[in-house]
């Protein structure tokens, strides 16, 4: 089974690049972002208590995330592998995603993260702003804010993957092609 992390800061070009690895290498994609909403609007338990938290502008605690991850890996028992987006954000959470794989007798194969300089990230997201409409894009304070939050708080989970000897960066700029290909050529190394 393949699951891998796709990592990387705001505007590294995950969702471009994570589309591209489920239609190629047949994965289910588990975004934490669209589950919160799904269970949510749903109405389900871990959905009611989710909103509970959001409301309040806190954190969803850790525990309710991985219930939520675990409910959709159950419903995809016969899948080919997981691609993670958004999660995991801190090396808590990382630990926890182990231990709910090895339940099911799997893991993490790899940790794929794209690599991008800072002022790179700025201008990539201030564009995708422009183009999407995304007020989060458009403002450069809270670009810079998300940046500074990715490197303080998500960045130790590169540090746990590779105590694991599963992460892989990947150089994030370039042609979109060329960097899939990258990301490729990592996956089906033996």
């Known amino acids: 089974m393949l699951n891998l992390v796709l990592f990387g800061p705001p505007g590294a070009g995950k969702g471009t690049q994570s589309a591209k690895l489920i239609d190629k290498y047949h994965l289910v994609h588990l975004s934490t ?31 309710v995330t991985i219930g939520m991850l675990a409910d959709e890996v ?18 808590a959470q990382a630990q926890a995603l182990d231990n709910l794989l090895s339940e099911k007798g799997t893991a993490i194969s790899m940790m794929l993260a794209l690599e991008v300089e800072e002022e790179e990230l700025k201008k990539r997201l201030l564009i995708r702003g422009k183009d999407s409409g ?14 500074n939050v990715y490197n303080a708080e998500t960045m130790p989970v590169k540090t746990f993957y590779e105590g694991q000897g599963k992460y892989h960066g990947i150089n994030g700029i370039g042609e979109i092609e060329d960097i899939f290909n990258s990301l490729c050529e990592h996956i089906d190394r033996p």
């Open 74 to 91: 159950n419903k995809s028992a016969d899948a080919k592998g997981f691609i993670f987006d958004g999660f995991p954000r801190t090396s």
């Open 134 to 147: 995304r007020p989060d894009d458009q403002d450069p304070t809270i670009i810079q804010n998300r940046i």
């Open 33 to 63: 972002g669209d589950i919160f909403r799904a269970n949510i609007k749903g109405g389900t338990e871990l959905g009611v208590l989710a909103k509970s938290y959001i409301d309040k502008g806190q954190l969803v605690p850790d525990e």
